[in-house]
Nanobody
Framework: QVQLVESGGGLVQAGGSLGLSCAAS????????MGWYRQAPGKQRELVAT???????NYVDSVKGRFTISRDNAKNTVYLQMMSLKPEDTAVYYC?????????????????WGQGTQVTVSS
């Protein structure tokens, strides 16, 4: 099992900045992808950004140029630096990790989620 503990978040004015971090613990071997999803009230959960062990990143178009995801593999921690925040960024942000499970005759991925942290951007 993998446990994900988020920190950061809170209330910020539009145009401001905020940082999130997420530390993984437990069975952390072979966690290939870490990232962040978010869910606004009345909306589906959406991908914000992901990063692989090798540092390859992926962002949803709406945050490109404003958010930066990074990862410290030694600390098993992923970060999300959010700048130029907009009211539409308001959501619960969830840390996400994908662990590769390799057995003798099969391989598959397990997904893990953090408990979520609220980000509120006031206009």
């Amino acid at each position: 099992q993998v446990q994900l503990v988020e920190s950061g978040g809170g209330l910020v004015q539009a145009g401001g900045s905020l940082g999130l971090s997420c530390a993984a613990s437990g069975s952390i071997f072979n966690i290939n992808v870490m990232g962040w999803y978010r869910q606004a009230p009345g909306k589906q959960r959406e991908l914000v950004a992901t990063i692989t062990t090798g540092g390859r990143t992926n962002y949803v178009d709406s945050v490109k140029g404003r958010f930066t995801i990074s990862r410290d593999n030694a600390k098993n921690t992923v970060y999300l630096q959010m700048m130029s925040l907009k009211p539409e960024d308001t959501a619960v942000y969830y840390c996400y990790a994908v662990k590769r499970i390799e057995r003798l005759y099969e391989s598959y991925d397990n997904e893990y989620w953090g408990q979520g942290t609220q980000v509120t951007v006031s206009s």
